[in-house]
């Protein structure tokens, strides 16, 4: 009777401490959802979303912005709010379906209490919340957090199966696996790297073919494949209305290996950038950011994991298949030379899970009072300095750029920009429909459709066109100068000439080495200056 109450408590302080550590993740995740500028990916998928909002449509493309997972789950996000149209959606409503799949990624941990100890899940659980990278990309609204969650959710259900032999966790590992290809195209590597730690953890095992094959029931594989083919099909043929999608899904594959391999000039770095940016990352007057603390923990995580020692028989085939796919996806991405930081995260959460079975074998390696204090210290200055980066990172220097986790974003001084549109039309007879003329190179004008969304009537162009009238706002670069002084002062003839005013001293900073400018006509100028206080 006192061991079940002993047990039983136990399990109950386990519940209580998870249920905080849950509570923690959302209060760094929640808060201050818009304080960062939207980052140019955001605001793609964000009028990506409009259309399937406002038009009931969704086209997938095979050459950009991935997959329709994301774009359907913020769907689910607008109705709870009763958001029906663009300019009534916010921030607040894309980001929070990043926090959503960032909070379910530790929730899902309670689906392996019998493949972690209740100390590693916890750790598993404290880790994932308190790290700056998975903090920060679960307040950013690109699929990789989806990725990441859907690749972990068929992970513990394909073991569950293996453990239980019940349909349920077939098709959940079927569905896991078809949401993965339907968030993001580098699933295909996720696969590979899963297969071959499959293959390796069978070696190591010496387990053959037969035994596998044994394993499983193959009715119920095949219902649970049916499973993730169809929501997968149904997702990137916007539920059949495009059926093209689903032959594109599979073409996609050779555009995103062409990029993965460098057929791009964007975005290519060396080996061992995905370690810097985790690792070390240090600008002047600004504090050193890293997660080395976690690479620490997974030392001995590995080297329990490999040597087999204190591990469940369990346990042991899971965190092998684990530790090698760690290793192999990490190598993947190593050896590819297109690199953004977002990417790292699947990988990562390898790291971070090893590294919380780290934590438990150092726990039983603590035999004595003094290595028991150590290792406790450690653990508290280790967990109170990811704490504090998580809280730096993501609220103080959301959108710096000594921020490791910060590429190519926007920069605060993009409000000035925007404040200044609103604050002109609101003055103007026209307000939301003042005539804006954006302009810029390449198309370089991102995020700005998401913040003038509510404008109804702004044109968004590479090039001057001549034979348009001039916006009474224009938004351009100063690269196109030449061409708008001659759209304004060469083409039209005498006495039909509009004077334009710089509405700031000087460019506006859109991203790093980026700058725009706004240009006000001289009666709107004029009125504004007239009325403003």
Known sequence: ????????????????????????????????????????????????????????????????????????????????????????VTEQTLRFVPVIFGTALILILLLATTIFRKRTLLFAALLTTLSPAFVFYSRYYIMEILLVFFTFASMLCGYKYLQTKKLLWAIGTGLSLGLMHATKETCILVWFAMAVAIVLTMLLSKKNVRALQDALNWRHVFIGAVAGILVSMLLFSAFLHNPRGILDSILTFKNYITRGIGGFQEHIYPWDQYFKWLLLTKCAARPLWTEVFIFI?????????????????????????????????????????????????????????????????????????????FLILMLAIGIAHLTWQSWQLNFKYAADDSNPYVYSHTDNDFYRLVDGIKEITSYWPENKNTFIEVVCPDSDYWPLPWYLRDYTNVAYSCEFDFNLPAGTLIVTMPTLEGDLL????????????????????????????????????KDVWDEWYRRSP
């Open 297 to 373: 923990l997974a030392i001995p995580g590995f080297f329990g994991i490999f040597s087999q020692r204190h591990l469940s028989d369990e346990a042991k085939p899971f965190l092998q298949f684990l530790a090698f796919y760690t290793l192999v996806l990490t190598l993947i991405y190593m050896l590819l030379p297109y690199k953004t930081p977002w990417s790292l995260l699947g990988f990562y959460h390898g790291f971070i899970l090893i590294a919380a079975v780290g934590v438990n074998m150092l726990h039983t390696w603590a035999r004595y009072t003094l290595s028991k204090i």
């Open 486 to 521: 001659k759209k304004l002062f060469e083409i039209p003839p005498p006495g039909q000439r509009n004077m334009y005013i710089p509405f700031f001293d000087h460019g506006i900073r859109l991203r790093p080495g980026v700058e725009i400018d706004l240009y006000v006509r």
């Open 1 to 88: 009777m006192n061991l079940q109450f002993s047990a039983s408590k136990k399990l109950f302080y386990f519940y209580v401490a998870f249920a905080a550590i849950v509570i923690l993740a959302l209060a760094l995740r929640l808060p201050k959802l818009a304080q960062r500028p939207m980052h140019t990916d955001e605001a793609v998928h964000a009028v990506k979303f409009a259309q399937l909002l406002e038009q009931h449509t969704y086209h997938y493309n095979p050459f950009e912005f991935h997959g329709p997972k994301l774009v359907y789950a913020t769907l689910i996000s607008a109705w709870l709010q009763g958001q029906k149209t663009f300019a009534d």
